[in-house]
């Protein structure tokens, strides 16, 4: 185990996503489509992922639910993973790749956000969430790693972390994560 080899690789990766203003660009777009979800439609901002992407997940919905930076009104956002009795049921009546899906087809609503979280792009719990989530007019925003895998065809944007690393890509995915939330937080109750 390289420790400096560790860190030299993540802050390479963060370099990229400094150097590269498409994906700047696509931060602020998500962040926007969460603000005039919030502003507009009365919405929520949910997230799934699996594995250490659900751990983000649950992270980023705090993040908003609670409170980022500073003390303010909670929004709604939630990770789809933490009712673990519809989960299990779901994945044993259904099938894993449904638990998602199925709780956007029961819960979501044209206007709002979901971000699906997964490094290689392709969790199929995931996809079909996000395929979901299309069906009901919700914006859709998917954090994958480099090359999108099968979310980048079916999510309306795609940040895709510059790295196939896939600690490398979950650093970079809570990074992105919090810049969205700062953005949100700071448009939506604005400090004097």
């Given at each position: ?30 962040a926007e ?65 449904e638990v ?27 996809v079909n ?64």
């Amino acid at each position: 185990m390289d420790i400096e080899k560790a860190i030299t690789d993540s802050i390479s990766v963060k370099q990229k996503i400094l150097e590269d203003a498409s994906l700047q660009a696509q931060m602020w777009e998500a962040a926007e489509y969460c603000i005039e979800t919030y502003r507009n439609n009365d919405g929520k901002v949910l997230f799934c992922g699996n594995g250490g992407s659900a751990a983000d997940a649950q992270h980023l919905a705090a993040e908003l639910s609670g409170r980022f930076y500073y003390d303010r009104d909670p929004l709604f956002a939630e990770a789809l993973h933490v009712n673990t009795s519809f989960l299990t049921a779901v994945a044993n009546d259904y099938s894993y790749d449904e638990v998602y899906s199925r709780m956007i087809k029961g819960s979501g609503k044209k206007g709002d956000v979901l971000f699906g979280i997964s490094t290689s792009g392709n969790s199929a719990n995931v996809v079909n969430a996000l395929k979901q989530a299309n069906e009901l007019g919700m914006k859709t925003i998917a954090f994958t790693g480099e090359g999108g895998g099968e979310m980048a065809a079916v999510a309306d944007i795609c940040i895709k972390v510059p790295s196939t690393d896939t600690p490398r890509v979950q650093e970079a995915h809570i990074l992105i994560g919090h810049i969205i939330c700062e953005i949100i937080e700071s448009e939506l109750f604005p400090r004097s």
